[in-house]
Nanobody, 123 residues
């Protein structure tokens, strides 16, 4: 499975961005999908995840209420709508796929990773 993240860029504080993740190869709509991020000098952290059905989602406390994860299984796409961005959201954002059927917030539960897309939020 190959994952390609896109949609990052430079945005002012308070602005919005929508990240996309395209899956290809031996894709399966039954994967749980997640977004993680790594800020400069920090560890990778969980951002959001969604089960294959799209009915169950989870978010880190730092993004809850501002970010929304969604998926389109017919197109093998996963999205992360990011609103009310602040400079602390500046990071490389990575999408990942897990063969586990339930929500997974630990990076070790994910089997496939994309190359990341950079989000920079200016103050």
């Amino acid at each position: 499975v190959q994952l390609q993240a896109s949609g990052g860029g430079l945005v002012q504080a308070g602005g919005s961005l929508r990240l996309s993740c395209a899956a290809s190869g031996r894709t399966s709509s039954s994967y749980t999908m997640g977004w993680f991020r790594r800020a400069p000098g920090k560890e990778r952290e969980f951002v959001a995840a969604i089960t294959w059905s799209g009915l169950v989602t989870d978010y880190s406390d730092s993004v809850k209420g501002r970010f929304t994860i969604s998926r389109d299984n017919a197109r093998y796409m996963v999205y992360l709508q990011m609103n009310s961005l602040n400079p602390e959201d500046t990071a490389g954002y990575y999408c990942a796929a897990s063969r586990f059927q339930s929500i997974a917030i630990l990076s070790a539960r994910y089997d496939y990773w994309g190359q990341g897309t950079l989000v920079t939020v200016s103050s």
